[in-house]
């Protein structure tokens, strides 16, 4: 499979706990965003990277949330001390940065996501 | 900040309707507008659109983008059950080209 994926596909925890989410996207791709959905609402923006930079992050994004993309490759989200209102979808996306001078925009691919449960 | 608004939030159709559904956006350095797909779980592109009045097509399902509106449609003809799910619209923007999530329109083809 040469989508995006992402490990694992459920995690159960109890608050408080810290968890954390692994992503793999298309090999090629050189931006990895991370999401964050509820039910019955479209995804919402929590950070994105260009190859091993952290480019930008949302106010939704707490300083128990931490994101990184060693090698430009993989990437980790982990959530510290986690409370209930963190149950959600995870989702994560990659993308090719356009080259100087193509076409404007990207689109950009989602893995499978992974769904928190904080009982 | 920026923004992404779609209607209707739900639509209850029988197969063989044609369905549009709408987005409208208020966003700072529009680059492209987006449709996804989204069954039991990760959204699947549709259709990326980045010039005014240039219909994108595939299958039964079209979409067009005004730039002067700040809006684009989806449109669904002969709808069948397996065209329910929801349909996410997004827009890339700002400087760092995220993708701004509208809250989706869920769509329920009944046989």
């Known amino acids: 499979d040469t989508g995006v994926s992402q490990d694992p596909r459920h995690k159960i925890t109890k608050r408080g706990q810290n968890v954390t989410f692994r992503c793999d996207p298309i090999s090629e791709h050189n931006r990895l965003y991370w999401y964050r959905q509820t039910l019955g609402q479209g995804p919402e923006f929590l950070t994105y990277?260009?190859?091993?930079?952290?480019?930008?992050k949302s106010r939704l994004l707490s300083d128990r949330f931490s994101a990184e993309r060693p090698k430009g490759s993989f990437s980790t989200l982990e959530i510290q001390r986690t409370e209930q209102g963190d149950s959600a979808m995870y989702l994560c996306?990659?993308?090719?940065?356009?080259?100087?001078?193509?076409?404007?925009?990207?689109?950009?691919?989602f893995g499978q996501g992974t769904r928190l449960t904080v009982v | 900040e920026d923004k992404v608004v779609q209607s209707p939030l739900s639509l209850v159709v029988h197969e063989g309707d044609t369905v549009t559904l709408n987005c409208s956006y208020e966003?700072?350095?529009?680059?492209?507008l987006l449709w996804y797909k989204q069954e039991k779980k990760a959204p699947t592109f549709l259709f990326m659109l980045?010039?005014?009045?240039i219909e994108k097509k595939s299958g039964r399902l079209s979409s067009i983008l005004d730039k002067k509106e700040l809006s684009s449609i989806l449109n669904i003809t002969a709808t069948q059950t397996g065209d329910s799910a929801i349909y996410l619209c997004a827009v890339e923007a700002g400087y760092g080209n995220k993708l701004v999530f509208g809250a989706g329109t869920i769509l329920r083809v009944k046989s």
């Open positions: 990277f260009q190859n091993e930079a952290q480019l930008e």
């Open positions: 980045t010039s005014s009045g």
């Open positions: 966003v700072t350095n529009f680059r492209s």
């Open positions: 996306a990659s993308s090719l940065r356009p080259r100087r001078g193509g076409a404007r925009g990207t689109e950009a691919f």
